[in-house]
């Protein structure tokens, strides 16, 4: 909630809610709106067109970076993991000159959200200005997080994530269990 603005429809009928009062549906113009599907194949057609074509067409904003999918579930059609794979095909697609990591059941490739899934007090991170110039380093990578994938370096065997805060940290291979996507 802290992240939209007070008069968004998100916040009011998140406060609605929160006092055990249905939420306010499909009022014109607004950001908050209820959409009926009859199954789970069709749902999820629809979250994707909702996500790559009719949200970024009315409102300006990355599909990637500006939009969250919320789910209650982790494992079922309509859950984290299967959304989190039907929206890296829609948003992220392979391509031949991308660079791509396979990890476990997922492929991680530039240009996809992560997110951080445990605290990793020790972990190291950089900050670096406009020209790419280092301005400061720290450690400490929080569950919650999020970042784009900005590079893979399969030589080094390590994958570079560029945090919402700016912050920059590379993962090896052996510490990608701390990631995942964060499509929904």
Same mark, same amino acid.
């Given at each position: 909630?802290?992240?939209?603005?007070?008069?968004?429809?998100?916040? !009011?009928?998140?406060?609605?809610?929160?006092?055990?009062l249905?939420?306010?549906?499909?009022?014109?113009g607004?950001?908050f709106?209820?959409?009926?599907?009859?199954?789970?194949?069709?749902?999820?057609?629809?979250?994707?067109d909702?996500i790559?074509?009719?949200?970024? +067409?009315f409102f300006?904003c990355n599909?990637?970076?500006?939009?969250?999918?919320?789910?209650?579930?982790?494992?079922?059609?309509v $859950?984290?993991?299967?959304?989190?794979?039907?929206?890296?095909k829609?948003?992220?697609?392979p391509?031949? $000159?991308?660079?791509? #990591?396979?990890f476990?059941?997922?492929?991680?490739?530039? +240009?996809? #959200? !992560?997110?951080?899934?445990?605290?990793?007090?020790?972990?190291?991170?950089k900050?670096?200005?406009?020209?790419?110039?280092?301005?400061?380093? $720290?450690? +400490?990578?929080?569950? +919650?997080?999020?970042?784009?994938?900005?590079?893979?370096?399969?030589?080094?065997?390590?994958?570079?994530?560029?945090?919402?805060?700016?912050?920059?940290?590379?993962y090896?291979y052996?510490?990608?269990?701390?990631?995942?996507h964060?499509?929904?």
């Amino acid at each position: 909630v802290f992240r939209q603005a007070m008069e968004s429809a998100i916040v !009011m009928n998140a406060h609605r809610i929160n006092r055990g009062l249905f939420p306010v549906l499909n009022e014109k113009g607004k950001d908050f709106f209820f959409v009926k599907r009859g199954g789970h194949e069709e749902a999820v057609h629809t979250i994707v067109d909702l996500i790559v074509r009719r949200i970024p +067409g009315f409102f300006p904003c990355n599909a990637i970076t500006d939009i969250q999918v919320l789910t209650p579930m982790r494992k079922s059609p309509v $859950g984290m993991h299967h959304l989190n794979a039907v929206l890296q095909k829609a948003l992220n697609p392979p391509h031949p $000159g991308k660079p791509e #990591k396979e990890f476990r059941d997922v492929v991680i490739r530039i +240009g996809d #959200k !992560m997110m951080q899934i445990k605290n990793n007090y020790t972990m190291a991170w950089k900050l670096f200005d406009r020209r790419g110039m280092l301005t400061e380093e $720290g450690t +400490g990578i929080y569950n +919650g997080d999020e970042g784009i994938v900005s590079a893979i370096d399969r030589d080094r065997e390590v994958v570079r994530l560029l945090f919402n805060d700016g912050k920059t940290v590379d993962y090896e291979y052996s510490q990608l269990d701390e990631l995942e996507h964060s499509y929904a």
